[in-house]
């Protein structure tokens, strides 16, 4: 019986299949169920059972047949694919985070995408300073009036569209600001992770040089892992999260003693 016919293939062809998809989907950013079926040759049930154990493996998400990329604990997806990943996620904790921000504050912002959708939030709450390694985060206030901008120099890294290294953390540990607005790429253990050194570098050095300290995580978060850890979720004053967050993680945050404030997410958002 042939895939197109509704055989699934050897436990081999299998994984190949689930590899070749996910190579495909990584390297796109996402890929519809149907583009998929088609290019690997088989039934569309098939790909959904494909997608289901990437699922699993964290590897991509699906909503209404797109298949979407999720880091991996070695590498994270471009910071332009991220910025429209979870929106209504991301604009209800952005909000919620601009709500602790008063005007005059300085804040330092990562590289993470939350952080540019927290700083949309905060628009005409000014006057602010604004110190970042992001040029996403620049580019989203190099225009706005009363917003100071001080961006850390350092090597570009394309994926992360962000300066990193050495000069960059030295800058930062230069600097003190009110706030720190961080994300992380996983959580483990009630630790903060991210799959590169130098992105853990610059957020440890954020953290050590503000006196407030702010994380932002979709509830995805807690669902994946990575390889460096930067701090730990009792480090932070505030871990904001959505309202999608596991009744048992929760209860395990409780547990551990983290900052946790669940922020709703409209159904319009």
Not at 129 to 147: C, K, P, Q, Y
Not at 185 to 195: K, L, Q, T, V
Not at 235 to 245: A, H, L, M, P, Q
Request: charged fraction near 25%; proline fraction near 2%; include cysteine.
């Amino acid at each position: 019986m042939s895939e197109r016919q509704g055989g699934r293939g050897s436990a081999s062809d299998q994984l190949e299949r689930r590899n070749l998809i996910a190579d495909r989907v990584v390297a796109r950013g996402s890929a519809t169920v149907e583009d998929l079926a088609n290019a690997m040759g088989v039934s569309v049930m098939t790909i959904y059972r494909d997608v289901a154990a990437l699922e699993e493996a964290g590897l991509v998400q699906r909503n209404r047949g797109t298949v979407s990329a999720l880091a991996t604990g070695l590498h994270e997806a471009s910071a332009s694919f991220r910025l429209g990943q979870n929106v209504p996620q991301k604009r209800a904790l952005g909000e919620a985070v601009a709500r602790h921000v008063s005007p005059g504050m300085s804040l330092m912002i990562d590289d993470s995408t939350s952080g540019v959708w927290a700083l949309r939030a905060m628009a005409g709450l000014t006057p602010l300073t604004v110190i970042t390694n992001s040029l996403l985060v620049a580019r989203e206030v190099e225009h706005s009036t009363g917003v100071r901008l001080l961006v850390a120099g350092g090597s570009y890294e394309a994926w992360a569209e962000s300066l990193m290294g050495s000069a960059t953390v030295g800058m930062i540990h230069d600097l003190r600001a009110d706030v720190a607005v961080i994300s992380a790429s996983g959580i483990s253990e009630g630790r903060c992770f991210h799959p590169h050194s130098d992105a853990s570098q610059i957020k440890q050095a954020m953290l050590a040089s503000s006196r407030t300290r702010y994380l932002i995580l979709d509830h995805t978060k807690f669902r994946r892992r990575a390889l460096h850890a930067f701090a730990s979720l009792t480090d932070f004053d505030v871990v904001f999260t959505d309202d999608g967050i596991d009744d048992g993680v929760r209860q395990r945050l409780d547990d551990l003693g983290v900052p946790l404030e669940v922020v709703p997410v409209r159904d319009d958002a």
